[in-house]
């Protein structure tokens, strides 16, 4: 007997014809002697609803959020009608939709007399999403014949009240977890348990951040120590690249812990970048299946680093992404100005995606997501007011309509002319660099270039990882 923690994502769950994948998924585990946990999105699509609604409470649009709410209604009702014969259950499950999408209604009266929406109580509006779908999903289980129960994560996941990125308490929720669910498991009960969500220790509804639910997954396999993480998605596993940009793309049988952070870090859309953090130091091993193609192995993801001769495994980008650079000859040899200048980043609100630096020390630049540029900018000008007074610092630019690339694979460890290869391949392509960083696990170069090479230079780089990839295929 295996425990399986089992993710399923928005699309997975987004509709009538998926969801019967889903049954069938859960059921053919069952079948087996294995133990499940299912952890659920919203289905696809809502949560932006949820989102649209906040704003059109906020803009004094009451017809728009009323009518959100009816869509939303209706999504779900077309889905429990016909998986769920007329019955006391199906009762059940519609009337906890109605109060729950009522309660949307009253949160968005709230937002829309306050004129703003605070980050909690956006939480508890978005939130909704996940708590009809665990309940719609638990009860087609029931419908099913299979022992299923609904949970709010939050009566498991303790959070800090950072609300809409919040971060586990992992002792608490630990705690919890074994002490609560692990018996539900234990009892034969299959748990349908909310994804995204937390409550902090005084019980308010808190969110992990967009797509969070894979990071959720993550969570619940660590702590009910479970033999396997699968995220169930839309593609057959991760690719070598975006086959938006390339057709050629395809799925990586085997990636390591390091090589899928990097990837999801890097622009990467199956993955939430926090998802293996719960799971590293237990090594469970995660798989990104497809819920529409449940034939196919997919992607295994393990700890081990293979070095072997796919040098480059996958090339990834990101775009929406702005450049600062800090520069001038008073630089030299004065300490703290660099750190200064990430501190007031992070005041400013910004993550740092990618830095680099000159060796004499007389610039560095880094790379920011693009609505945060003119912020960072203000807060590094402020920050640095006296140093450019004096003229040590001569200024702070913006560099924008520009993306990160980033060539992933543990084969180009240890492993002199990687970088060379690739750079050369894209001087051979007219492709300009702008910035280049290598990270300590020395299985990923990220590097910035203009947004016009974009296609280019995923493509003539995609070229190199395909070279070996259909060598062994």
């Keep these: 007997m295996k425990r399986l923690t089992m993710k399923f994502g928005g699309t997975s769950v987004g509709s009538p014809e998926a969801l019967e994948k889903v049954v069938g998924i859960v059921s053919r585990e069952i079948a087996q002697g294995n133990q ?35 869509d939303i209604r209706d999504k779900h009702e077309d889905a429990i009608h016909q998986h769920i014969a007329p019955s006391e259950r199906r009762n059940a499950v519609l009337s906890d939709i109605h109060t729950m999408l009522q309660h949307q209604q009253e949160l968005c009266e709230a937002i829309n007399i306050l004129e703003e929406a605070t980050p909690r109580i956006s ?46 308490l992992w002792d608490i929720t630990e705690q919890r977890i074994r002490e609560k669910l692990t018996p539900v498991l234990e009892a034969g009960i299959t748990p349908v348990i909310t994804g995204f969500i937390g409550a902090t220790p005084d019980g308010s509804v808190t969110t992990l951040g967009r797509g969070g639910s894979d990071f959720s997954g993550a969570i619940f396999a660590a702590n009910l120590d479970s033999d396997e993480l699968i995220i169930w998605t839309d593609v057959d596993g991760v690719m070598t690249t975006d086959p938006r940009v390339d057709k050629r793309a395809r799925v990586l049988p085997y990636v390591s812990y390091a090589e899928v952070g990097e990837l999801a870090f890097y622009g990467a859309k199956v993955l939430h970048p926090k998802t293996v953090q719960p799971i590293i130091n237990k090594a469970i091993p995660m798989r990104v299946r497809n819920t529409f193609n449940p034939d196919h192995p997919g992607t295994l993801i393990g700890a081990e680093m293979e070095t072997d001769p796919n040098i480059i495994k996958a090339v990834t980008s990101i775009r929406s992404v702005s450049m600062l650079t800090v520069s001038g000859k008073g630089m030299l040899g004065v300490p703290g100005i660099a750190g200064r200048t990430f501190l007031a980043t992070a005041k400013a609100g910004a993550s740092i995606l990618m830095i680099s630096q000159s060796s004499s020390e007389q610039s560095f630049c880094f790379t920011i997501p693009d609505d945060k540029a003119p912020q960072v900018k203000h807060a590094v000008e402020s920050e640095l007011a006296a140093e450019i007074a004096r003229q040590d610092v001569d200024s702070v630019d913006v560099w924008q309509d520009i993306i990160i690339i980033t060539v992933v694979g543990a084969g180009m460890r240890h492993r002199p002319g990687v970088a060379g290869r690739v750079f050369t391949t894209l001087g051979n392509h007219q492709v300009n660099v702008l910035a280049i960083a290598q990270g300590s696990s020395e299985c990923s170069i990220s590097f910035v270039i203009a947004e016009k090479d974009m296609a280019l230079a995923v493509r003539c780089l995609h070229d190199l990882a395909l070279e070996t990839f259909n060598g062994k295929a």
């Design 36 to 70: 499940v946990a299912v952890v659920v999105s919203a289905m696809s699509g809502v949560t932006d609803m949820l989102l649209k609604s906040v704003k059109a409470a906020i803009a004094g649009d009451k017809w728009g959020y009323k009518s959100l709410s009816n």
């Design 123 to 168: 939480d508890a509006v978005v939130s909704l999403g996940e708590r009809m779908s665990a309940r719609m999903v638990a009860a087609i289980l029931e419908e099913r014949g299979i022992r299923s129960l609904a949970f709010d994560a939050g009566l498991f996941v303790v959070t800090n009240a950072q609300y809409q990125n919040a971060e586990p």
